[in-house]
């Protein structure tokens, strides 16, 4: 029995690799996913995370077909691929669903009917990335947000609800590429669920939870490495070209040191070997948000961004309209049976000329008061916290 260190386990599921074109895809993912993780990290935005790198890498890849100079060359996160056609099409076509093993994956594409979008820029999507187009109506934000957000909801089975919001969607949004991720397989070597017993979870050396842990005692891939202070254990879907691996720090809250160097840890091309393990693995589900303009900009991505944006290919409109957010939302829920997985990424292009708007979000402490214009203040308060 191994203690099992703080909040995070690094969760990878990955897909085998069939081509030269997918490898050159699996070292752009292995970067973007490294440096994506150590940003999320450093900028502390949440304890448990959950990150999904492939949404984000496919909707920010299917933009880039519309920028220029500058600006498509800092989105191009890794992938330099003269071939983007094939290889996107090669990703894509590698994720279908297998017996026990459901994948979903689509892209749409909502166009503003006040922004003219090149054909060229329209077929390359439908093309690459089986990306469907609809022409809608920004001026009526609401209804176009229930619509993306339906199409979102209908496209993870419910996992994940709202991926776009007001202020993000206004009457200056001119595109908004949106991708939807569902994942649902069955472990190859399902847990026994009268096995699964309450065992102590150590957070930190004060605190520890009692909490469900599914086990198994089974042959699988497996290693413990002392260079890397960590074991390594690979659960095999019934697809076994998906495999979830758990990294386990063998110090006793030795994560940190293991996310420092997060890319020697990622899947490489050496693989483990058959064991006989005692495994024990929490029962658990994540939710969480993803702010993917703050990695981006860590990355040093920032035209796209800025007044100096160009996506002259996506349409002839000047000045060039602006990205205006990147939003992530993603959900893993694991049990005894299988893996549940969905994640959305949506990218916000804006024009420039929208006037700028005022945001009021109350949604940190405040303070108010309510007066009269002539006597004065009668009332004076704050607002720190809802009501428990
Ligand atoms: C993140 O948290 C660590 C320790 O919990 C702290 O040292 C660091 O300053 C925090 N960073 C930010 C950006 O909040
Ligand atoms: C776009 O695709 C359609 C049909 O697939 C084709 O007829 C048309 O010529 C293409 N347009 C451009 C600009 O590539
Ligand atoms: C949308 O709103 C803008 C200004 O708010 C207006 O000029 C335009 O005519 C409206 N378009 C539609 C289709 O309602
Ligand atoms: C929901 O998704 C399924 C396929 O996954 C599709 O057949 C169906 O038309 C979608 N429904 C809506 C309302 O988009
Ligand atoms: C654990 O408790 C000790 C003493 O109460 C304290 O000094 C230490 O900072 C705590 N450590 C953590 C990780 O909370
Ligand atoms: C990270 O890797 C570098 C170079 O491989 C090594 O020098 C360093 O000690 C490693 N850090 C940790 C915390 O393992
Ligand atoms: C992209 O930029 C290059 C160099 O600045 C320019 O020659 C080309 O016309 C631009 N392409 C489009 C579609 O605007």
């Keep these: 029995m191994y203690i099992l260190p703080t909040l995070c386990l690094a969760l990878i599921i990955w897909c085998a690799r069939a081509s030269k074109l997918i490898d050159d895809f699996h070292d752009a993912n292995s970067k973007f996913t490294a440096e994506g993780y150590k940003i999320i990290r450093r900028l502390n935005l949440t304890s448990n995370f959950l990150f999904c790198p492939l949404s984000a890498q496919i909707v920010v890849a299917l933009i880039r077909a519309g920028a220029?100079?500058?600006?498509?060359?800092?989105?191009?996160?890794?992938i330099?691929?003269?071939?983007?056609?094939?290889?996107?099409?090669?990703?894509?076509?590698?994720i279908k669903s297998k017996q026990k093993c459901e994948f979903k994956m689509a892209t749409n594409l909502y166009i503003s009917d006040k922004y003219h979008v090149k054909k060229q820029f329209k077929n390359f999507s439908k093309k690459v990335f089986r990306a469907t187009t609809e022409v809608v109506n920004f001026n009526e934000t609401k209804k176009v947000i229930n619509y993306i957000n339906d199409w979102v909801a209908n496209q993870t089975k419910h996992n994940i609800k709202e991926i776009v919001s007001s202020p993000d969607i206004h009457k200056g949004t001119e595109i908004i590429a949106v991708n939807g991720l569902y994942f649902n397989g069955d472990w190859l070597y399902?847990?026994?669920?009268t096995f699964t017993d309450r065992i102590r979870f150590h957070v930190n050396n004060n605190k520890?939870?009692?909490?469900?842990?599914?086990r198994s005692e089974n042959k699988f891939k497996y290693r413990k490495d002392a260079v890397l202070k960590a074991q390594f254990l690979e659960l095999p879907f019934y697809d076994q070209d998906v495999i979830m691996t758990f990294i386990l720090p063998t110090t006793r809250f030795g994560l940190d040191?293991?996310?420092?160097?997060?890319?020697?840890?990622?899947?490489?091309?050496?693989?483990?070997?058959?064991?006989?393990?005692s495994v024990t693995i929490p029962i658990f589900k994540v939710e969480c948000n993803i702010d993917l303009v703050a990695i981006l900009k860590n990355m040093g991505v920032r035209t796209p961004f800025s007044i100096g944006a160009d996506f002259s290919r996506?349409?002839?409109?000047?000045?060039?309209?602006?990205?205006?957010?990147i939003i992530?939302?993603?959900?893993?829920?694991i049990n005894?049976?299988?893996a549940t997985a969905a994640a959305s990424t949506a990218v916000v292009i804006e024009g420039r000329n929208v006037p700028p708007r005022n945001i009021f979000l109350a949604n940190k402490p405040f303070l108010y008061y309510l007066w009269h214009k002539k006597v004065g203040i009668f009332f004076i308060g704050r607002y720190t916290s809802p009501k428990e």
């Design 328 to 333: 992530q939302k993603t959900f893993l829920e």
């Design 257 to 277: 040191k293991i996310e420092e160097n997060i890319s020697d840890y990622l899947p490489h091309r050496r693989s483990l070997n058959y064991h006989a393990v």
């Design 208 to 214: 520890s939870i009692l909490i469900n842990m599914m």
């Design 314 to 325: 996506m349409s002839d409109t000047t000045p060039s309209p602006v990205v205006g957010n």
């Design 80 to 94: 330099h691929n003269p071939k983007t056609k094939q290889l996107f099409s090669k990703v894509l076509s590698s």
């Design 68 to 78: 220029n100079g500058t600006t498509a060359d800092e989105l191009a996160l890794h």
């Design 190 to 193: 399902p847990f026994d669920p």
């Design 336 to 338: 005894e049976k299988g």
